[in-house]
């Protein structure tokens, strides 16, 4: 089982897709987080993409698809692609990858949000900075204010970048990145959408649906 899945920042996609891996043995092919090991390990596609970076220079598409191509033999259990394919030219070379593979894209499943909501969700999350619990302005606040529930530290934190300003840039990102793509799955008929605001089970469960009633 092969799928894309898509979602803005904060729209849970990577708790999702660690779900997948944990239950259904699914690799996330995250083609960021590749290129980073594929360089740190030095293998012939990460000297590629060396050279390129430190040139100033964009990762081209075909060491793009060398990079996934070569995880791909391991995702014997199936692959969620996350940050590829952005434009319908990479999605037609993901295309062509999967079939000489014998291998074909299952679902493109986007995690669809409220982008006012998505900002509330966002710019209230906070942790604490000795042991990490996760704690929410609005949604999940200690016990005792001030104080961690897990710990007792009476330390927090909150990322930089969760701001309202960097979310709505984020979305905006996103919208741009994934309108090229849409309409080339569309007419596949291989788009489903799920509620992305509903709880993590919840969204778990649809995704389970769909993953189950296509085998």
């Known amino acids: 089982m092969d799928i894309i899945l898509l979602g803005p920042p904060g ?3 990577g708790t999702q897709a660690a779900r997948l891996q944990t239950n259904r043995g699914m690799i996330q ?3 960021g987080d590749m290129l980073r090991d594929a360089v740190a390990k030095g293998t012939p596609v990460g000297i590629k993409a060396k ?5 100033g220079e964009l990762v081209s598409d075909a060491i793009v698809s060398a990079l996934i191509g070569e995880r791909l033999d391991s995702a014997t259990e199936g692959a969620i692609f996350d940050g590829f394919p952005r ?4 999605a037609e070379a993901l295309e062509l990858l999967l079939a000489d593979r014998d291998r074909k ?10 982008e006012e909501a998505l900002v509330d969700r966002i710019t209230g999350r906070f942790t ?3 042991c990490g619990a996760s704690y929410h302005d609005h949604f999940h606040l200690p016990k005792i204010e001030g104080t961690c529930d897990v710990c007792g530290s009476h330390e927090f ?11 709505r840039t984020r979305m905006a990102e996103y919208r741009a990145k994934t309108a090229p793509i849409l309409p080339f799955y569309e007419e596949k008929g291989l788009v489903r959408r799920v509620d992305g605001m509903a709880s993590v089970d919840e969204v778990a469960t649809a995704i389970d649906t769909i993953l189950d009633t296509s085998q």
Do not use: F, W, Y
Request: glycine share 2%; with cysteine; hydrophobic share 45%.
């Open 11 to 13: 729209a849970g996609k």
């Open 29 to 31: 092919l995250s083609t």
């Open 51 to 55: 050279a390129v970076m430190a040139a």
């Open 87 to 90: 434009t319908a030219h990479q």
């Open 105 to 114: 894209l299952d679902h493109v499943i986007e995690l669809v949000v409220d």
């Open 128 to 130: 604490c900075a000795c």
């Open 157 to 167: 934190k909150r990322r930089p970048d969760d701001n309202e300003a960097t979310v």
